[in-house]
């Protein structure tokens, strides 16, 4: 007997090879039951978000992914208009940038299709650092990994720590430059002030940013917004998507 369903890195397990779908799929599904579900997911999201914009299909993932539509309503973006860190972030997808999380289990939640992207976490680097100065791990691996020059040019994702975020803003400011950032570190303590500073450093030096307001956020969020610019880039891949809002992505 095999079970339906996928790992959350996007592979099969338990699923025969008849049952599976070539086709990219969201959140794992690989199934024509579980194909459904997910697309009737999305069809009920896309009755509570509008969908005008491409910045309204990741104001529609984080609906999809906290079961709130008001959540909709906590996205911000940092750039020159809503749409600019989407479509940064689906052109780094199609130049197989680096995609940089900061826990494992946002980077467990990196869909494996749709992409070429590498992806690795920041935790478990930095060690001797977190210990010398008494910093956090999370923080401590971030500062690590930009030492090695890692997150130039990367997808930064930071679902969890928000002495990751904070990291992160110093690492902009002395001039560090990802080329998206994805930031919803959530909890009751700096996870909101955290935010609040990567969205200002981001904005002051140029680069371009998906996070949110409130205490609310998590790993879970940070991944479906990373994978909702997997499914942009893999749209403007096979020409699905609207050709004004891929005009400049193909």
Not at 128 to 141: F, Q, V
């Amino acid at each position: 007997m095999t079970t339906e369903g996928a790992s959350s890195d996007g592979t099969t397990e338990g699923v025969s090879s008849e049952d599976t779908f070539d086709e990219y799929a969201d959140l794992g599904a690989t199934t024509e039951n579980a194909m459904e579900i997910a697309e009737t997911s999305m069809d009920r999201v896309r009755k509570l978000v509008p969908q005008e914009t491409i910045a309204d299909r990741i104001r529609g993932k984080s609906v999809h992914a906290t079961g709130d539509p008001e959540f909709q309503h906590l996205v911000r973006f940092t750039g020159p208009t809503d749409d600019a860190p989407v479509r940064a972030g689906a052109r780094a997808v199609l130049e197989s940038r680096p995609i940089v999380t900061d826990i494992t289990m946002v980077k467990a939640g990196i869909t494996g299709r749709g992409h070429d992207c590498p992806v690795r976490k920041a935790i478990g680097n930095g060690a001797e650092l977190a210990e010398r100065t008494g910093m956090t791990r999370t923080a401590a691996s971030v500062l690590e990994l930009d030492r090695e020059g890692v997150y130039d040019d990367a997808i930064a994702v930071i679902g969890n720590a928000p002495t990751a975020a904070l990291a992160l803003a110093d690492c902009i400011e002395d001039g560090t430059r990802p080329a998206v950032v994805v930031a919803t570190p959530v909890g009751f303590v700096k996870a909101a002030e955290s935010r609040e500073r990567l969205r200002a450093v981001a904005a002051e030096h140029g680069v371009p940013a998906i996070s949110n307001v409130g205490r609310r956020g998590g790993s879970g969020l940070a991944a479906g917004l990373t994978n909702e610019l997997v499914h942009v880039a893999s749209d403007v891949r096979d020409g699905s998507i609207d050709a004004e809002w891929a005009a400049d992505l193909r």
